[in-house]
């Protein structure tokens, strides 16, 4: 199997040329049918087995209709296997991208008004470089590779909805391993943290209920924006009250609207919460909390409301399988190119629902420069030639540590 790290420069450019095809046409949300489509015939090419997997369960489709995100056909992941037997590691590949324009400026830019400015184009194309080079070498595998494309990453519960659909079943993946391209780390580094990797997310979205009316006479309504203002003050004031000032709490109200002229009292108001934390313990007293004081600050000024939940776990990198990965990663991108770093990710991934349920690892790849446009941006770019490299990673780990099991 060491003919791996070679093979994967052998194909650099099938590589870049996936990435591309997945990059022109960007699709946004669970249901991704043209990137789908698109993974499955180059699985067919390879002769690599594959199911779809992802079952979209009602309450999401009504949470996603509430937050504005009507129309969800339904799921489109793909889940594949090459080898057989135990023991069985997973592979994770991401594939949805964002409701934004691109602005890149490349010859294979998007133009229907979506971009893979998150990076997930190129998380696909390795992982189907790393399934093309691993699918060459199956009978040399001491167990199986789970493949796992997952759409609606960014939607923060796309692997929830595979995982509901027996992702994490015949066979049981033992370990997991994925990684995320940095636009502005230096191309071709590598980077992991210990523990915590990214930082759960709670977002709460409440709309307000009250009873309108004329400005002169407020006694004779029920206010829903003096509840949201009020609901404004009380909720950012649970993160230095109610945990511990050593820990990190983002508390966000992003959204507070309502009204739409000075006399007039509205019938309604909205807001969005979001909360991001990196310890466990406080997300569950948070997620218990922000709730009571919604109900109990909503009915004490008379009002009602509605609310919908979202949930994204923290990622958590297993110390044990950062251990037995490490001599693999350095192998494949180079022990001069790997550091473990000493923050995690500020953002979230929804690989957590993975690493909640099977010891995982998760990888930050350097694809561009420091300064560089990063992540999210309408400029963002890409260095190709990394790609190779994380292809590598992805088979290297995946082999050796099946070997090693």
Known sequence: MKNIIERAHEIEEVIAADRRAIHREPEIGFYLPKTAAYIKRRLDEMGVEYRDCGVLDHETRENFAAAG??????????????????????????????????????????????????????????????????????????????????????????????????????????????????????????????????????????????????????????????????????????????????????????????????????????????????????????????????????KAWRGDYEMNIFYCPLTYNSPELCGELLPFINEAAGAENVREESKPMAGTEDFGYISQRIPSMFLWLGAGKRGAAPLHNPAMILDESVFWKGSAVLANCAAEWLAKR
């Open 69 to 298: 995100f009507g129309g969800i056909d339904g799921c489109t992941g793909i889940t594949a296997t090459i080898g057989g037997g135990a023991p069985c590691i997973l592979l994770r590949a991401d594939m949805d991208a964002l409701p934004m324009e691109e602005k890149s400026g490349l010859d294979f830019a998007s133009v229907n008004g979506f971009a893979h400015t998150c990076g997930h184009d190129s998380h696909s194309a390795m992982l189907l470089g790393a399934a093309r080079i691993l699918k060459e070498n199956e009978a040399s595998l001491k167990g199986t590779v789970k493949l796992m494309f997952q759409p609606g990453e960014e939607f923060g519960c796309g692997s929830r909805l595979m995982i509901n659909d027996g992702l994490l079943e015949g066979p049981s993946p033992e370990a997991a391993l994925a990684l995320h391209v940095m636009s502005d780390a230096e191309a071709g580094t590598v980077g992991y943290v210990k523990g915590a990797a990214s930082s759960s997310y709670d977002t709460f979205i409440v709309k307000i209920r009250g009873q309108g009316g004329h400005s002169s006479a407020p006694h004779l309504t029920v206010d829903p924006v003096m509840i949201a203002n009020q609901l404004y003050t009380a909720l950012n004031l649970l993160p230095g009250r109610e945990t511990d000032p050593r820990e990190t709490v983002a508390l966000t109200i992003g959204r507070l609207a309502g009204g739409s002229a000075a006399n007039i009292i509205p019938d309604g108001a909205k807001m969005q919460i979001g909360v991001r934390t990196f310890n466990m313990e406080i997300r569950d007293h948070l997620a218990k909390r922000i709730p009571e004081m919604i109900e109990h600050i909503v």
